[in-house]
Each structure stands twice: as C-alpha cells, then as structure tokens.
C-alpha cells in the first residue's frame, strides 16, 4: 500500500515530534511508528474486508433496481465493537478528523482500480441537516471525503447539495418506508457545479442505501451524469 512519507515538518525532523509527542494506535493503543498514522500495521492489516461476491450482492440488493448509482465500492465490513465501528465512533462523535480523513485515504488507496475507472469529477460527501450538523458540529462524511480527496486529486464539493428535511431515524422502518422517509430530503443548490459531472457520493457507514439513492436521484434530476458511492463500511 502507497504511504505518503515525511521526514520533516518545517525543517524539524519527525522523529523530534514523534519524542515530544508520540501518537498511539486508535485500536490496540501500541505506540505508532513515524510512518504509520491512526492505525499500527498489525491493526491496519487485521480489518475485515469485503469481498467482490459481496459487494456485488450488496449493489444488487440495494441499487440495482433503480439503477441510479452505477458502482459502488465498500472496503470493510461493519462489525460492532470492531477497529472500524471504533474509528467512525471517534470520528462522529469524539471529533477525532484524522480518523475521518485516514478513513477516507483506505477507501481510496484499497479501491484505487476502480474508483480510477470511474472517471470522477468531483467528490459530494452525504449532507447532513443542518440541524444535526449544528448539533454534532460538523458533517463527519466531509473528513472521509477530505482524505479520499488528498489520495486523488479529485475536486470536492460540499455546497452543492443540501438536506433539507429532517430525515426521522430509519432504523425501525422498512426499505419501503425508508425509500419514503427519504423523499424530498435533498436540494440541489448549485445547478451548475454539478452539470454532467460524474459524481462520488461519500458517506460514513452504508446500510439500505436509501439515503444515498435519494441524493443521486435529485442530482440526476439536476443535470449529473453518473453518480458512484462509497463508503468506509458496509452495515
Ligand atoms: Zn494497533
């Protein structure tokens, strides 16, 4: 896997930050090497992936019948109590934004072939309400997009579509229901950012979908070419 490596930060080398302020791993607490960042490699290489069998199973399951999402890509599985659950926890609710950014470089770097034959233009992280925005402070899918932008160079957007309603929890509803509860819960704001642009939506956790279909079927409606997803876990 490609790593970004620094051996300075402003003529200081790293392991003078690394003395003063060492960082630990965000699961098992070892204390990391200059080069590793949120996870220690063991960790890193403990995650549970998605197989391709199951990626597509989930697409046909939750995209495919309305066909608004072309593609998705999920690399890891959700699993309660698990490095990844653990992360997203930090992130949405610790504030902890280099989870959310090194969450968003493991989707890119593990999904990297595919993503690049998607020929996006631009990255849209879910929007949140502004409510719930106001609430937690900020929207943590914006970090995961942020880091998946500073592995591609793809241009970000977060004004661009907004939340309108505010959505009830989903948890108890059916997909139908879900499908409901969503509709007319997103704006587009800025038609002409997203004019025949191919579109990666990003959100933190996917479930139904339904959040996600409902934001692609109002940027399609909006003039969007191809809309993609991903997502750092797969519920
Ligand atoms: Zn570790």
Redesign the pocket.
């Known amino acids: 896997m490609e790593s970004v490596k620094r051996n300075s930060i402003r003529g200081f080398p790293l392991q003078f930050f690394d003395f003063i302020s060492p960082r630990f ?6 204390k990391l090497e200059i080069d590793q960042k949120v ?6 290489s403990n995650l549970a992936h998605v197989n391709n069998e199951l990626l597509n199973s989930e697409y046909i399951k939750k995209f495919a019948s309305e066909k608004l999402i072309e593609e998705i890509f999920v690399p890891f599985n959700f699993i309660k109590e698990g ?1 990844i659950q653990n992360l997203i926890h930090d992130l949405k609710y610790n504030s902890k934004f280099q989870s959310g950014i090194f969450l968003g470089e493991l989707i890119f770097l593990n999904g990297i072939e595919v993503i690049s034959k998607w020929k996006i233009d631009l990255i849209i992280p879910v929007p949140l309400h502004r409510l719930k925005k106001a609430e937690r402070g900020y929207n943590q899918a914006e970090f995961i997009a942020k880091g998946i932008r500073r592995k591609s160079g793809i241009d970000l957007r977060t004004n661009s579509v907004k939340r309108t309603r505010f959505t009830q929890s989903q948890t108890k509803l059916d997909l139908v229901d879900r499908r409901k509860n969503m509709e007319g819960a997103f704006i587009v704001k800025n038609k002409k950012s997203i004019k025949q642009k191919n579109i990666l939506l990003v959100d933190d956790v996917m479930t139904t979908g339904a959040t996600i279909s409902e934001c692609a079927r109002v940027l399609k409606k909006f003039g969007a070419n191809k809309i993609y997803a991903v997502s750092v876990g797969l519920a």
């Open positions: 791993c965000s699961s098992c607490e070892k996870l220690c490699d063991d960790c890193l490095t």
